[in-house]
């Protein structure tokens, strides 16, 4: 009988895409996947350091599971804390038998040869990068969504994050390497692709063509059958205006983009090593909203880093009006090993961290209800992930995003309903909104749904990664 494994992934988008990757590794390897951790021989938790929070969880699932352990379960760490805390995971968790970080991956049937033999202290912590990019053994999640990690590690170094000491350095690929698998996707039927990387749009081709992020975006969303490109995360310092011109140029990129701020200030900028300005910050916003396309746009920011002082905060706070985000992710500081904010005296109270982050989130929710109210009335294009559990009228609803990747709950009636699939586009009314998603009714279905071959219309896969944030 094959052995089985279940995967429990946190954080970002590349953490999914590095899942996938293992997911490959383990079924090539005669492994096949469960959907919970106490039918697995092997449980991995793919991990996220970005914030003290997100590490802890690691930790408290692998104590939940500590009393579950049958004879021959294994449990791995995997992912950025375990590049982070490395054999020291093995000391404060004795239960866990691997622990490895991403640029491990494709060496993984090795790692699974020495857990089979016996050994309980499995390692895979080296940064060496030459096979970083490998793709051709990953088992894709999504039927009709793809991730393609373009660059990875990222030499900003900003003062409170840790990325640069669990991802390393920057390196690309080579432009020709993305597109050949961009290709692939498309003749497979994924219609939409997102472009992956800590710092996506530091990308710099290592090949003699020397092709720029913004002519890349515009090269692989001129492949036949790719209907949406998307790309995450960009850093302010590297964003150009040709990026807003690729997406004015080419329909299939979508118009939204993440551009992390992280503070409204410029001296808490300053501090944080974020290398641009509040102003500098700014003019890449108008760059965006002088496109002939609306653009939305989403960031990051942190409340309470050290030193921040109510002006500094009132500052964010300013800048969540003039910039007019679709939605913001926030989060309070943590201070995370190795980085050079640990030297800073951090003395802001938890208390008062905690304020200034309610009310940020409450601000940003009051503008979001406002914002996504103008919305109603208006039709948009949906790319169909599924169905929903809620109804409404009577009929049950289905889930899709819109081209600017807001989630859009929607019915079909009677007579569009026949043949609708996860993977497919229609076009949706919206008729109520919400602070952080959109309510509809199908007006037509896609001429693209119609050509699509059969074939392409495949069911998400039974066993599918569960994701924490």
Request: hydrophobic share 35%; aromatic share 8%.
């Amino acid at each position: 009988m094959a052995k089985t494994f279940y995967i429990e992934t946190f954080g970002c988008q590349m953490n999914v895409h590095d899942s996938e990757k293992v997911a490959g590794k383990l079924l090539s390897s005669g492994y096949r996947q469960v959907e919970t951790a106490d039918e697995a021989d092997l449980v991995l938790y793919n991990t996220c350091s970005i914030r003290e929070k997100a590490a802890q969880k690691v930790f408290t699932r692998l104590n939940e599971y500590k009393r579950a352990r049958g004879a021959g379960k294994l449990f791995g760490v995997i992912g950025c804390v375990a590049q982070q805390e490395g054999e020291k995971i093995f000391e404060a968790a004795p239960h866990v038998s691997l622990v490895a970080g991403s640029a491990s991956y494709s060496r993984f049937s090795d790692l699974l040869v020495q857990l089979e033999s016996g050994n309980r202290r499995v390692t895979g912590l080296s940064l060496d990068t030459d096979a970083t990019f490998e793709t051709d053994f990953t088992h894709r999640d999504n039927p009709f969504r793809a991730y393609i990690t373009i660059i990875e590690g990222c030499d900003k170094h900003c003062a409170y994050c840790v990325v640069p000491f669990t991802r390393g350095r920057e390196r690309s690929r080579t432009s020709q390497n993305v597109l050949e698998e961009a290709r692939k996707l498309a003749d497979a039927g994924y219609s939409e692709i997102q472009l992956l990387g800590q710092n996506v749009n530091s990308y710099r081709d290592p090949s003699p063509a020397a092709v720029s992020f913004a002519n890349l975006l515009g090269k692989v969303a001129e492949i036949p059958g790719i209907r949406r490109v998307r790309f995450t995360t960009s850093h302010p310092r590297d964003f150009t205006r040709d990026i807003v011109h690729a997406i004015e140029s080419h329909p299939a990129l979508c118009n939204q983009v993440h551009l992390p701020v992280q503070s409204g200030s410029t001296e808490v900028l300053r501090r944080m090593r974020r290398d641009y300005t509040r102003e500098e910050y700014l003019e890449r916003i108008r760059w965006m909203r002088e496109s002939k396309r609306p653009i939305s746009i989403s960031t990051d920011i942190i409340v309470g880093f050290p030193g921040e002082t109510e002006h500094d905060f009132e500052q964010t706070m300013d800048l969540l009006f003039e910039v007019g985000y679709h939605s913001i992710f926030s989060f309070q500081y943590s201070p995370r090993p190795n980085t050079e904010s640990l030297a800073f005296e951090d003395t802001i109270p938890k208390e008062e961290k905690g304020r200034r982050l309610r009310i940020l989130q409450e601000r940003q929710r009051s503008m979001q209800i406002e914002r996504n109210q103008r919305l109603v009335g208006t039709e948009q294009e949906v790319l169909i992930e599924g169905r929903n559990n809620r109804e409404e009228d009577g009929r049950r609803q289905w889930k899709g995003r819109t081209v600017q990747n807001m989630v859009l709950n929607f019915t079909v009636p009677d007579e569009l309903a026949c043949g609708v699939a996860a993977g497919q586009y229609m076009h949706v009314r919206v008729t109520s909104a919400g602070p952080n998603s959109l309510v509809g009714v199908a007006t037509r279905g896609d001429e693209a749904c119609v050509s699509w071959p059969p074939s392409m219309m495949r069911p998400a896969p039974e066993n599918v990664f569960h994701v924490l944030s």
